[in-house]
Every structure is written in structure tokens, then in C-alpha cells.
């Protein structure tokens, strides 16, 4: 019984094995036929096109192409550390451009939540109209629930330029004790055991999640692709507009859109930190935060930074 439990679990192991490399190596091959035949998947004129984008953006062959693509990268820049440092900078750099950038929908909720009280307690109007020439006029409980999606965009799309400022919650009874390079493998252990992980899971339940609220009939992730592709002979657009209240906010959709988005960030941003936490690694203690792009209050205002 134990011989044979052991060798169908080293059975099980190898064909593992074989199935992961199998796929690396069609992963060049996919590449290359999406790449050639945009016409199958981009042109959404046709409804076969549609659910070939859908049912690949979640994906085996989809996951093994980014998969294969970050191991390419990740073999170039171990030889290259000049390089790997580049693709550090310009990783950080994007989480750092969008996060401050949409870090602005804070204040302008804010402001239109300012706006909202003075027009329904001072003015007393059922609506609002913002723009010029042609002023948008909707429901004040529209732009009441629409504060929704500012907050929305500061946690999903601000999510990685919080982490690259150092600006997450964490809890370090261990790790502040441990030595730089300790620290380091740990670094290098999260991004690939809890981040990636993660952020991949979050992209496969948020794919499906926002073209069941896109596209009748509803795709499903056990779909394969000739399923979908008979689906596809009834397929309309069935954009989700339903709000919580007659005249609120309709545009739910947005909010799966940017889960995927934030799905999508945090897989890079993985990347990016395996990237950092492995250069420090190997050039020690005075590489930490090198080239690290960090948002100061200052001269003379050192003592405050952290603080807040």
C-alpha cells in the first residue's frame, strides 16, 4: 500500500512536472498566434471575437504567457542587474505615477461631497448639474452614491504606491529582528507565496465577475472555449445601470472593471518587490532603498515623514 501511495504520488509529481513545462513552451507559441491573429480576439464586431477575449483573459494559456514572460525577464535581469534595477525603477515608477494621480479623487470627493450638503440643506435641489456648455444635470442621490467610486479608485488604484511609500499596516515581531538579508528572503518569500498568489485569484473571480455584468448569456469560469464560442451566437451587450435607489448611481460596472485593475497592479507590483528584495539581496545592506522614489514633506520636516 505504501509503495503504491508513493508511487503515485511521484507519478503525480512528474506528470505536475511535465504538464507546468508543457505549457511554458506552448506559452511562446500562444504569444505568438495572438499576436499574428488580433482579428480573433480584438474584433468585437464579432461576437465569436468577444467571448475568445473572454475566456482567455481567465485563462491556463493566458496565466503560462504572463508566467513565461516574467521567468524570461526574471532569467535576463539576474545576469543583468543593471537591468533588473531598470525594471525596478520603471515598475515603481508606474505605481508611484498612478497612485499619485488618483490619490486627487480624494479631494475631489470631498468637494462634491461639500457641494451635495449646501445644495440639499441650503438650496434645496433635487439635482445637480456640472460642466460647461452642455452641463450634465443628474439626481443628487446620483452624485451621492457616486462617491463610491472615488473611494474606490483611491484603494484599488493607490493599493501599490501605498506599498512602494511604505505606507501599509505591519506587524513585525519577527521580521524587525531579523538580519538585511533575512529580511530580504522574507521579502522574496511574500511576493511569490501571498502576493502573486493573491493577486492572481483576485484577477480570475474579478474577470468573470465583470463580464457577468457586461454580456448575456453569462460566461462562467468552467466554460471551455467552444462552450463559449456557441454562447457567442446569442451574445448582446447587457451593460450593468442598475443602482441601489431609482435614481443613483448606475455605473457599477466601473467598480468591477478597476477590481481587476487592482488585481492586475498588485501582480506587478509583486514582481517589482521580488525584483528589489532579490538585488538587495545579493549587493547587501547598502543597496536597501536604492534608487527608492518617496514622497517627502520636505526640508526640515525628516522627523514628521512616517508619521502620518
Given at each position: 500500500m505504501q509503495d503504491d501511495n508513493g508511487i503515485s504520488f511521484f507519478g503525480a509529481l512528474w506528470n505536475g512536472l511535465i504538464w507546468l513545462f508543457q505549457n511554458i513552451a506552448e506559452a511562446f507559441y500562444n504569444f505568438g498566434y495572438a499576436v499574428t491573429h488580433p482579428q480573433l480576439w480584438l474584433d468585437w464586431s464579432d461576437k465569436a471575437s468577444i467571448m475568445r477575449f473572454v475566456y482567455y483573459g481567465g485563462s491556463v494559456e493566458f496565466f503560462f504567457?504572463?508566467?513565461t514572460f516574467?521567468?524570461?525577464?526574471?532569467?535576463?535581469?539576474?545576469?543583468?542587474r543593471s537591468f533588473m534595477w531598470l525594471m525596478v525603477r520603471g515598475?515603481?515608477?508606474?505605481?508611484?505615477?498612478?497612485?499619485?494621480?488618483?490619490?486627487?479623487?480624494?479631494?475631489?470627493?470631498?468637494?462634491?461631497?461639500?457641494?451635495?450638503?449646501?445644495?440639499q440643506r441650503v438650496f434645496a435641489?433635487?439635482?445637480?448639474?456640472?460642466?460647461?456648455?452642455?452641463?450634465?444635470?443628474?439626481?443628487?442621490?446620483?452624485?451621492?452614491?457616486?462617491?463610491?467610486?472615488?473611494?474606490?479608485?483611491?484603494?484599488?488604484?493607490?493599493?501599490?504606491?501605498?506599498?512602494?511609500?511604505?505606507?501599509?499596516?505591519?506587524?513585525?515581531?519577527i521580521y524587525s529582528g531579523l538580519s538585511h538579508r533575512g529580511k530580504r528572503v522574507v521579502d522574496?518569500?511574500?511576493?511569490?507565496?501571498?502576493?502573486?498568489?493573491m493577486a492572481v485569484v483576485t484577477w480570475l473571480y474579478g474577470w468573470y465577475f465583470l463580464w457577468r455584468h457586461l454580456i448575456v448569456p453569462?460566461?462562467?469560469?468552467?466554460?471551455?472555449?467552444?462552450?463559449?464560442?456557441?454562447?457567442?451566437?446569442a451574445l448582446r451587450?447587457?451593460?450593468?445601470?442598475?443602482?441601489?435607489?431609482?435614481?443613483?448611481?448606475?455605473g457599477y460596472f466601473l467598480f468591477k472593471i478597476l477590481l481587476i485593475t487592482f488585481a492586475a497592479m498588485v501582480f506587478i507590483h509583486a514582481v517589482a518587490f521580488f525584483y528589489r528584495s532579490w538585488l538587495e539581496f545579493v549587493e547587501g545592506?547598502?543597496?536597501?532603498?536604492?534608487?527608492?522614489?518617496?514622497?517627502?514633506?520636505?526640508?526640515?520636516?525628516?522627523?514628521?515623514?512616517?508619521?502620518?
Open positions: 504567457v504572463v508566467f516574467v521567468l524570461v525577464l526574471t532569467a535576463i535581469g539576474m545576469y543583468f515598475l515603481e515608477g508606474f505605481a508611484n505615477t498612478v497612485g499619485r494621480f488618483f490619490a486627487w479623487a480624494g479631494l475631489l470627493m470631498v468637494l462634491q461631497q461639500i457641494i451635495i450638503v449646501f445644495m435641489r433635487p439635482d445637480l448639474s456640472f460642466g460647461f456648455g452642455i452641463p450634465v444635470t443628474l439626481d443628487v442621490s446620483w452624485w451621492s452614491e457616486e462617491l463610491k467610486l472615488y473611494n474606490a479608485m483611491v484603494v484599488c488604484l493607490c493599493a501599490t504606491y501605498t506599498f512602494v511609500q511604505g505606507g501599509h499596516v505591519r506587524v513585525d515581531l522574496m518569500a511574500g511576493s511569490l507565496l501571498f502576493m502573486m498568489p453569462n460566461p462562467s469560469a468552467s466554460d471551455q472555449l467552444d462552450r463559449l464560442l456557441m454562447k457567442s451566437r451587450w447587457n451593460v450593468e445601470t442598475i443602482g441601489f435607489s431609482p435614481n443613483g448611481f448606475n545592506e547598502g543597496s536597501a532603498g536604492k534608487y527608492l522614489d518617496k514622497d517627502t514633506l520636505g526640508e526640515g520636516e525628516e522627523a514628521y515623514e512616517g508619521t502620518h
